[in-house]
């Protein structure tokens, strides 16, 4: 959870700036595609909103894998803490904006669920309509593709006609409604709504909530959400002049729902909304320029820019910085040769091979090695024998551990290792052949001694089942 709420708040944050991206290319586009059809900007708005959804997910979810590296100086500074009242009081900021957030969705999630609660309640006091009502959505419904059942209710309190519901669709509408239009124009009125339950504006109206709940802090969400709002009406107009053929007498049926409006409920949607002098006008097929504001996009267009321009200077202050060069040591001053060491000169190099760097390079002459004191089989023998225990027990270590047993063997090969090398400096230091056959003759036995205990653990490792040896040494 620690690892995630940095990136959460991060992603927040980057919003703002992708936000107003995505609102500018979608101010841009509804400008060119000013004269298409309805249904292609609804689909575009739609496809904006969208990507305003998955943009924080995305971001937070790159941001939590990938965390942007921190540098010796960007690490005392995160989270950044603002001094208020005293240098010993700081808050964190990144986490209190985190809270704020939450807050937020909580206090929309309230009015959201307010909402629901009131059309939940217009649901239950709603009135079945008369038979001759319910007959004309049903031929309606029919005729438009629409093959689940659709009920319809009478209400008092909406404005106007009213779509609740996605999987049980139910049509709300006043008497005042049913009172106030002719049958010609209470069928266009229906044949609205029964469009938006052919295209499921009810489901995607529940999206946009969603998405307005969680993002509500961002200007851009709530005016792509307003757009796509605006293109659903005009799309379910298209689609009731093309069922019923009058756009005039849809056009009036409009101006007598305006008058009856009263107030809007928040998650029902319904032919009574939306502005509604460019909807009549567009019905009569009055010439209207229905583009965004044109300050709107330049505005969002400029702060888009201008969180861009600031995200990248951010971007390049978290970048790592290289390490100050500190001054190079000075070379060591090299000791004094050993006595054994002799320094001479390389030989000068003929009149044609003359080479300026010669002077700089010192041979020192190689010192001679040292004289074994045994003699060749013993040198040998002893050489095999140290092998061999080294091998046997570093696989008993290896497999085993320090166990008892472990720990007596080694200690034994210890004592006969420091014997060992005693015996060969006695050895070279030895004035008389007789003294140095002594020595040799206790050096032969502990390297028997040695191969014993050798054997012994290789045929422990061989009861195990381990039955590769070392390949022999070579001297």
């Known amino acids: 959870m620690n690892s995630i709420a940095p990136a959460l708040t991060s992603a927040l944050l980057d919003f703002v700036w992708q936000g107003l991206a995505v609102a500018s290319l979608l101010w841009i586009a509804l400008g060119l595609m000013r004269r298409c059809s309805a249904d292609a900007r609804y689909l575009v708005s739609c496809a904006a909103l969208a990507v305003l959804a998955l943009l924080p997910v995305l971001t937070m979810v790159l941001l939590h894998f990938n ?35 939450l807050a937020g969705v909580l206090m929309f999630s309230m009015r959201l669920g307010w909402g629901y609660l009131q059309v939940a309640a217009l649901r239950r006091r709603g009135i079945a309509a008369d038979t001759a009502l319910r007959a004309t959505v049903s031929g309606l419904a029919r005729r438009m ?9 009478t209400a008092s309190l909406p404005d106007g006609p009213s779509v609740i519901g996605w999987i049980r669709p139910v049509i709300l509408i006043p008497a005042a409604t049913i009172a106030g239009l002719t049958p010609e124009q209470l069928e266009m009125v229906l044949a609205h709504e029964l469009a938006h339950i052919r295209r499921f504006d009810y489901l995607v109206n529940l999206g946009q909530m969603l998405v307005e709940t969680l993002l509500f802090y961002h200007p851009a969400v709530w005016w792509v959400s307003g757009r796509i709002r605006h293109e659903r009406e005009l799309c379910c107009d298209d689609m009731a002049v093309r069922e019923c053929g009058n756009p005039i007498s849809y056009a009036r049926a409009l101006t007598a729902l305006e008058k009856l409006r009263t107030e809007t409920s928040l998650v029902s949607i319904g032919a009574a909304s939306q502005p509604l002098l460019y909807r009549i006008q567009r019905l009569m097929g009055v010439r209207t320029q229905d583009t965004p504001s044109r300050w709107t996009g330049i505005l969002a267009i400029c702060a888009t820019l201008a969180c861009f321009a600031w995200n990248v200077n951010w971007a390049r202050g978290q970048a790592p910085v290289p390490p100050p060069q500190l001054p190079a040591p000075a070379a060591p001053v090299a000791d004094k040769a050993p006595a054994s060491k002799k320094k001479i000169q390389a030989p000068a190099p003929k009149p044609h091979e003359e080479n300026p760097w010669i002077s700089q390079i010192i041979v020192y002459k190689p010192e001679p090695p040292k004289a074994d004191p045994l003699p060749p089989e013993l040198s040998n023998a002893l050489k095999a024998a140290e092998y061999a225990a080294g091998w046997e027990f570093g696989y008993r270590f290896n497999t085993h551990g320090e166990t008892g047993t472990y720990n007596a063997d080694l200690a034994h090969s210890i004592d006969i290792d420091k014997d060992l090398k005693w015996l060969q400096q006695e050895a070279a230091s030895a004035s008389s052949a007789d003294a140095r056959d002594k020595i040799f003759a206790k050096l032969r036995t502990l390297v028997d001694e040695l191969n014993k205990m050798s054997e012994r653990l290789r045929t422990a490792r061989h009861e195990e089942g381990e039955t590769r040896d070392p390949s022999p040494r070579v001297n």
């Open 67 to 101: 965390p942007p590296l921190r540098t010796a100086s960007s690490a005392a500074q995160v989270p950044i803490r603002i001094a208020l009242i005293s240098p010993n009081t700081s808050i964190d900021w990144q986490s209190w904006m985190l809270l704020l957030w």
């Open 145 to 153: 593709g629409i093959s689940h059942s659709v009920q319809i209710l």
